[in-house]
């Protein structure tokens, strides 16, 4: 990418998910088909990116990755060059190069991608990871193999300055996960508000 002056974010969409409709709307009925997005924010001190997608193992055997429970709720529409270290690198950045990585919430459809981010230190509130953690194997929406993955996890709690100038900064929004945050990013074109499942 090319030197920045300022910070620059960008959106990808990283698959489908076909999920009951009563999941985001209370008591309604039949299915709907979602995007999954993914954001990257160039910072002139690093890159950051917010949410990692789905997991590959959801596109190679996707009832072995969810197991029946989960399988049922959820029907996968991941193409090959939709994961995130391909959309990344469509942009000339390599997946290695990902500073931080700031997962809203520790469902599968927003960490499953983290493995591919080796060197990211992952930030998540702390009552986030200890909620996740504390899930059954089975559980439909948690899948430890997603967000356990060995990189550096960074717990916080509350409000966190992540590049400690004010331009990128994780703040709760609990609600749809006891430990959900969502990320504030001010750049040259304006102020954004990147919620992840939140509204």
Known sequence: MRALSGVELYAFTCGYLTIPLGFLLEGQKGRI??????????HPRGLALFDSGLNLSSREDPL???GESGA????????????IAAR???LEVEPGD????????LHY??????????NADVVVQR?????????????????RVDF???????LIAGEHDLFGDGAVTCFPSYGHTPGHQSLRVRTQRGEFVLCGDAC
Request: proline content about 7%; some cysteine; aromatic content about 12%.
């Open 33 to 42: 088909r979602v995007p999954v997005p993914s954001y990257l924010i160039a």
């Open 64 to 66: 072995a990755y969810m």
């Open 72 to 83: 049922r709720y959820a029907t996968f529409h991941f193409e090959p060059g939709e994961e």
């Open 88 to 90: 990344l690198r469509a």
């Open 98 to 105: 990902v500073t931080f990585l700031v997962n809203s919430h």
């Open 109 to 118: 459809d927003h960490s499953g991608g983290n493995a591919q981010l080796p």
């Open 127 to 143: 009552r986030e990871w200890e909620h996740a953690c504390s899930r059954p194997d089975d559980d439909a929406g948690y899948r």
């Open 148 to 154: 356990d993955t060995g990189q550096s996890v960074r």
